[in-house]
Nanobody, 126 residues
Framework: QVQLVESGGGSVQAGGSLRLSCAASGYTSGYIYARYCIAWFRQAPGKEREWVASTGGGYTYYTDSVQGRFTISQDVFKLYLQLNSLQPEDTAMYYC???????????????????WGQGTQVTISS
């Protein structure tokens, strides 16, 4: 059972940056990265959950609206999503998710991920 914990959300002004973290309880990020597709989703009030980025099996993908602004990285224990040039439309609850897979594919459905964190709120003011 993989338990995911996100952190790093907050409130910043437009143009600012945040770094979100995703830790898999009991596992190093290297173990998780080798066996799971890890994705970031976000959900704004009144909207459906939206895929943001995913990494696994040597592949990394970003949705068009964040390409060039958001970056996935990792160290021994955590996976990160660096958020730069933030805009008010980036305001949402951000979730880390995992799915057992040898690699990721672009634009995955949230239904294909069985493990989810509790989310971390990102709020961008104009």
């Amino acid at each position: 059972q993989v338990q995911l914990v996100e952190s790093g959300g907050g409130s910043v002004q437009a143009g600012g940056s945040l770094r979100l973290s995703c830790a898999a309880s009991g596992y190093t990020s290297g173990y998780i990265y080798a066996r799971y597709c890890i994705a970031w989703f976000r959900q704004a009030p009144g909207k459906e959950r939206e895929w943001v980025a995913s990494t696994g099996g040597g592949y990394t993908y970003y949705t068009d609206s964040v390409q060039g602004r958001f970056t996935i990285s990792q160290d021994v224990f955590k996976l990160y999503l660096q958020l730069n040039s933030l805009q008010p439309e980036d305001t949402a609850m951000y979730y880390c998710a995992a799915s057992p897979a040898s690699r990721c594919f672009p634009s995955p459905s949230a239904r294909s991920f069985g493990y989810w964190g509790q989310g971390t709120q990102v709020t961008i003011s104009s």
